[in-house]
């Protein structure tokens, strides 16, 4: 899976487009996680996992608490909900597992994240476990924020200006990279989306859209983006790509940009909140961060004047379903939106 095109930390002065991508590596394919046999008890999960020896391809954290393992694992749980950024999903079937989404700038990882420990030693271990996507992201500020809780405070590393993280667009080699990433956004032929491309270019868009002067560019492609996001919303299911498209569509909202989006994007972008509510299968069934970014994009968009068809009102108001969207905290929001509507449907 591409992770788009910063591959490694950027320190020096903003990069030119055609310079990123002389120098990019898509070395984020996902990592072949090394099988653990668990006996029929530690299925059960009423217990932390006992295995055999430390696996490589893991990083360990050693809990030095008096705690329980149930307590040590709502204190990993808080972590997780207060980390920026993040989607996590518990293991349905595991009482000490969970899948985690981490996004940053333009890049997200997958993990997996469990209390374990060694046989034969009872050291409680926190085990991670990068599943895919970009390395640093995980290295950098996942573990990091585990390690903050759970392990002696380290000094922080010395952050980077947000400037020199953002491509320069500016630069005349990046009309051709624009009208690139603006093709990805369509289907191929056979009108199926290639999602490695949506994904490299929506990431590449979602984080440059942040920074003004790229802004000013980009946005002179606004419609292109708004309705061709939209319909990725439509057609796309991988997580990380979901997510890029509610940040991009959440800066043009953030700058009131958005104008009148028809009822028929606007249930796309509810059907999208809706799906994303703990529906999914797969190891990340909700996201949080799609949710809350996707309801400031509805909270933004103009009305339009006419009322919704009745299919599209039916699809609308499966979002005000109670506490069906609770985890992410959008009450507020969610209150506003309705009594805005609740002037084109009965709500």
Not at 65 to 70: A, E, H, I, L, T
Not at 106 to 131: F, P, S
Not at 184 to 211: F, I, M
Request: with cysteine; proline share 5%.
């Amino acid at each position: 899976m591409q992770s788009g095109l910063f591959e490694k930390k950027i320190t020096g002065p903003k990069k030119s487009v055609q310079a990123l991508n002389e120098g990019a590596k898509l070395d984020d394919a996902p990592v072949v996680a090394q099988k653990v046999n668990l006996s029929k008890d530690q299925k059960a999960s009423s217990i932390p996992a006992t295995i055999g020896g430390k696996l490589t391809s893991a990083f360990y954290i050693p809990v030095h608490s008096s705690k329980d393992d149930k307590a040590v694992w709502e204190e990993v749980q808080t972590v997780f909900d207060a980390m920026p950024e993040h989607d996590w999903t518990p293991d349905a079937d595991k009482d000490f597992d969970a899948h985690s989404c981490k996004y940053s700038m333009n890049t997200y990882m997958l993990a997996h994240t469990r209390l374990c420990r060694v046989k034969g030693d009872d050291q409680l271990l926190i085990e991670l476990r990068k599943l895919e996507g970009n390395g640093f992201t995980f290295h950098d500020e996942y573990k990091k924020n585990l390690q903050k809780k759970f392990e002696q405070p380290t000094a922080p590393a010395e952050k980077q200006d947000p400037e020199f993280l953002y491509l320069d667009l500016s630069d005349p080699s990046s009309a051709e990279m624009i009208e690139t990433w603006l093709d990805d956004l369509l289907p191929e032929n056979d009108l199926v989306y290639n999602q490695s491309r949506c994904y490299s270019a929506l990431s590449t868009l979602g984080w440059n859209l942040k920074d003004d002067s790229n802004y000013k560019i980009l946005s002179e492609h606004r419609e292109k983006i708004i309705e061709r996001t939209i319909n990725i919303l439509r057609h796309v299911d991988h997580l990380a790509t979901i997510y890029f498209a509610a940040l991009s569509l959440s800066q043009f909202a953030a700058r009131e940009e958005l104008g009148s989006l028809p009822w028929e994007n606007l249930a796309v972008i509810s059907g999208t909140i809706q799906e994303w509510s703990g529906d999914k299968k797969g190891d990340i069934s909700r996201s949080r961060e799609v949710i809350r970014l996707l309801v400031n994009v509805l909270s933004k968009a103009e009305t339009p004047a006419e009322k919704p068809t009745k299919p599209i009102e039916r699809k609308i108001k499966k979002l005000f379903k109670p506490d069906g969207l609770k985890f992410a905290k959008v009450e507020k929001e969610l209150a506003v939106l309705k009594e805005r509507y609740s002037a084109f449907m009965k709500l």
